[in-house]
């Protein structure tokens, strides 16, 4: 798996091969090559900044050359008619990184926005918000980490780092304790430390996956709030407990008052908006 580090450089080199093709041709004819300039990107909606530390990789593999001044760092809260940085040096390059420097901040931005708003719904509760797999394929790094500077949390990156047993595994498997032993049963003949998560549909469920132990979190899926009450209590705190399926805004309180400690959240990053800004010439 490579690093996020290693990830932005993938998808700035695909995001310049796609956007640049063999040149930028309108800049190219109607700008003299050695044009020096300044631009810089303001703020044209209130949220929670994001993306600074890829613009600035835009940049450089654009034009080593270009000058950034940041004025505002990532997490930062940002309202309309801000200037997050401004940017100096040749025009024609200012000009071809525009639109990659504005698709990424702008999505990012969207995505720590979104879970800004939901984590300080119940920011003074013991739950936290998670996020899912639910991403921009090629970008799910990126996404979640804007989720973490949102002030959310992250759930399992992909199928790689966590065994989540979902209702279909449960039922191919051939039910809750068949599904969870033979998960413990990989992992040991693999050398795999893995947490392992399992997803309940009722509190039958939920007493089987607690016979069985050897778990890390019991997921709650599409409970409602009574059933959420009593399977936490049933719980008892000797498992970590999840709520997810269906939970909005407007109900996500409710359910952290029951005391689940994680509500995850797919709407953090496949139902957002992104947050407006433009890069304009100075």
Same mark, same amino acid.
């Given at each position: 798996?490579?690093?996020?580090?290693?990830?932005?450089?993938?998808?700035i080199?695909?995001? %310049? #091969?796609?956007d640049l093709g063999?040149?930028?041709?309108?800049?190219?004819?109607?700008?003299?090559?050695?044009e020096q300039?300044?631009?810089?990107?303001?703020?044209?909606q209130?949220?929670i900044?994001?993306?600074? +530390?890829?613009?600035l990789?835009?940049?450089e &593999?654009?034009? &080593?050359?270009?000058?950034?001044?940041?004025?505002?760092?990532d997490? #930062?809260?940002v309202?309309?008619?801000? %200037?997050?940085?401004?940017?100096?040096?040749?025009?024609?390059?200012?000009?071809?990184?525009e @639109?990659?420097?504005l698709?990424?901040?702008?999505?990012?931005s969207?995505?720590?926005?979104?879970?800004?708003?939901?984590?300080?719904?119940?920011?003074?509760?013991?739950?936290?918000?998670?996020?899912? @797999?639910?991403?921009?394929?090629g970008?799910?790094?990126?996404e979640?980490?804007?989720?973490?500077?949102?002030?959310?949390k992250?759930?399992?990156?992909?199928?790689? $780092?966590?065994?989540?047993?979902? $209702?279909?595994h449960?039922?191919?498997?051939g039910?809750?304790?068949?599904?969870?032993?033979?998960?413990?049963?990989?992992?040991?003949?693999?050398g795999?430390?893995l947490?392992i998560?399992?997803?309940?549909?009722?509190?039958d469920e939920?007493?089987?996956?607690?016979?069985v132990?050897?778990?890390? @979190?019991i997921?709650?899926?599409?409970?409602?709030?009574?059933?959420?009450?009593k399977?936490?209590e049933l719980?008892?705190?000797?498992?970590?407990t999840? +709520?997810?399926?269906?939970?909005?805004l407007?109900?996500?309180?409710d359910?952290?008052?029951?005391?689940?400690?994680y %509500?995850?959240?797919?709407?953090?990053?496949?139902?957002?908006? +992104?947050?407006?800004? +433009?890069l304009?010439?100075?």
């Amino acid at each position: 798996m490579k690093k996020l580090e290693e990830l932005e450089d993938d998808l700035i080199d695909i995001a %310049i #091969a796609e956007d640049l093709g063999d040149g930028d041709h309108t800049s190219l004819s109607t700008i003299p090559h050695d044009e020096q300039g300044k631009a810089h990107l303001i703020i044209k909606q209130d949220g929670i900044l994001c993306g600074i +530390s890829v613009a600035l990789k835009v940049f450089e &593999k654009i034009d &080593k050359n270009l000058k950034v001044d940041v004025f505002l760092q990532d997490g #930062a809260k940002v309202k309309k008619g801000d %200037i997050a940085f401004e940017v100096s040096g040749n025009v024609i390059s200012i000009l071809q990184a525009e @639109r990659l420097v504005l698709n990424f901040m702008q999505r990012l931005s969207g995505v720590a926005t979104q879970t800004h708003i939901y984590a300080e719904k119940i920011a003074d509760l013991h739950t936290k918000v998670l996020d899912t @797999r639910k991403t921009t394929p090629g970008l799910r790094l990126l996404e979640k980490q804007a989720v973490k500077i949102g002030g959310g949390k992250n759930h399992r990156i992909g199928l790689f $780092d966590m065994i989540l047993i979902k $209702d279909n595994h449960v039922d191919f498997a051939g039910g809750i304790k068949n599904a969870i032993l033979a998960a413990q049963k990989y992992c040991k003949e693999k050398g795999k430390n893995l947490d392992i998560e399992i997803e309940t549909r009722n509190l039958d469920e939920i007493r089987q996956a607690m016979e069985v132990g050897g778990i890390k @979190r019991i997921m709650l899926d599409n409970f409602d709030l009574e059933m959420t009450k009593k399977a936490v209590e049933l719980i008892g705190g000797k498992y970590e407990t999840e +709520s997810s399926g269906g939970i909005t805004l407007e109900t996500l309180r409710d359910y952290a008052l029951t005391g689940v400690d994680y %509500i995850s959240v797919g709407a953090l990053t496949h139902q957002i908006k +992104s947050l407006d800004m +433009s890069l304009k010439a100075i």
